[in-house]
């Protein structure tokens, strides 16, 4: 089963898919945390072994399934999943504000799409759509009182930020790159602690980063700064005699 749950900010979104994940009694994989004992945090090579039926649930699933990355590893792999979901015994929940930031393979197989909204000072409302042949059905109506939604409120974290899986992105993005300059400056030294500054590789570089759970995108950013260093080596051999010796007396 897969169902959206579709609403502006603060509609009750994720307190819908709380509270049903309070109710069942199987592993509960969410990339956010719910406070019960069956709640693990979702990362998605988990789905790939699962041996095990498990509700999932993708709050914000634009993190995960952006219809503009489309054809990337995240959206193929996620569909792969999708595809094999009844086989797995997985049910899978999403949030989101847009449907259309969705993959399309994930919208066109939807069995349900829920429209949330917050009514001030009573409740919220749901208004499930069943997908039928043609197209969907409904809206069958659920109201969930402000009495009721103050018992899920304790179990997550309204506030929390989800991780958007693309570290890259933000690399991309930033204007000040200060922040990953300093990051790849300490991986280097971490590796150059290990290896003479000659005998590292590009694999040397990627095995340490794996190893130590750095973003892939790292790599490239962290060979290229050796290599700098390299040429630094090769052609201003008494600048970096210098470099070393003020480095030692610091």
């Keep these: ?44 090579e988990m789905l790939f072994s699962l041996d095990q039926p498990a509700l999932v649930i993708l709050d914000e ?12 590893p995240m959206p193929i792999y996620m569909s792969y999943i999708l595809f094999q979901s009844r086989k797995r015994f997985i049910d899978i929940l999403m949030t989101d504000q847009i449907e259309g930031t969705i993959e399309t393979r994930y919208r066109q197989m ?33 109201f969930l009182p402000l009495e009721n939604a103050v018992r899920i409120f304790p179990y997550y974290d ?16 930033s204007e000040d790159k200060q922040e990953t300059v300093d990051i ?4 280097v030294e971490e ?32 060979f290229n700064r050796i290599k700098t260093k390299i040429a630094e080596n090769i052609y201003y051999p008494s600048y970096t005699k210098k470099l070393k010796r003020a480095e030692a007396n610091d």
């Design 191 to 222: 590796i150059l602690k290990k290896f003479p500054l000659n005998a590292v590789k590009k694999a040397v570089v990627a095995d340490y980063c794996l190893r130590n759970k750095h973003p892939h995108y790292l790599v490239e950013l962290v």
């Design 61 to 72: 699933a634009y993190a995960w399934l952006e219809s503009r990355r489309s054809g990337t």
């Design 110 to 142: 939807l069995n349900w799409r829920i429209e949330c909204n917050e009514e001030k000072g009573l409740g919220f409302s749901y208004y499930f759509f069943k997908r039928a042949r043609g197209g969907f059905i409904g809206p069958f109506r659920q």
């Design 1 to 44: 089963m897969l169902a959206n749950f579709v609403g502006d900010v603060g509609s009750g979104k994720t307190l819908f898919t709380t509270g049903l994940a309070m109710t069942d009694k199987r592993l509960v994989l969410a990339n956010y945390k719910i406070k019960i004992p069956n709640w693990k945090l979702l990362k998605p």
């Design 158 to 173: 309204t506030l929390e930020i989800i991780d958007p899986m693309d570290k890259e992105l933000i690399y991309k993005i």
């Design 184 to 187: 790849v400056d300490d991986i």
